[in-house]
């Protein structure tokens, strides 16, 4: 069992920036095959994906809501994984969610997913 603790969640302005941060213990192995992904789940609407990356090589894939504005890394020593995101958008607003799963399997659905986080709030003010 992988448990996972996002924090960096808050209100920040339009325009502004946050890091949001996942860390990971327990029953898990960056050697084998491990993903990080990010989902986010707006006021009123499903979970959606945002982001994912890969704990060995840090190969990372982004949801069309977080490209070019979203970064997604990883600090194996820490055992955590972040999410960069600039130029905030009021859609931006939700609980962020990280989940863990072993590849292969379709990483923007949430299926793949065997742990999840708690979830930290993001507002993004007009």
């Known amino acids: 069992q992988v448990h996972l603790q996002e924090s960096g969640g808050g209100l920040v302005q339009s325009g502004g920036s946050l890091r949001l941060s996942c860390a990971a213990s327990?029953?898990?192995?960056?050697?084998?095959?491990?993903?990080t992904g990010w989902f986010r789940r707006a006021p009123g609407k499903e979970r959606e994906f945002v982001a994912a990356?890969?704990?060995?090589?840090?190969?990372?894939h982004y949801g069309d809501s977080g490209k070019g504005r979203f970064t997604a890394s990883r600090d194996n020593a820490r055992n955590t994984v972040y999410l960069q995101m600039n130029q905030l958008k009021p859609d931006d607003t939700g609980v962020y969610y990280c989940?863990?799963?072993?590849?292969?399997?379709?990483?923007?659905?949430?299926?793949?997913?065997?742990?999840w986080g708690q979830g930290t709030q993001v507002t993004v003010s007009a």
């Open positions: 990356i890969k704990w060995s090589t840090g190969a990372d």
């Open positions: 989940a863990a799963g072993r590849a292969p399997f379709t990483i923007i659905e949430e299926a793949g997913y065997e742990s």
């Open positions: 327990g029953r898990f192995d960056i050697n084998h095959d491990w993903l």
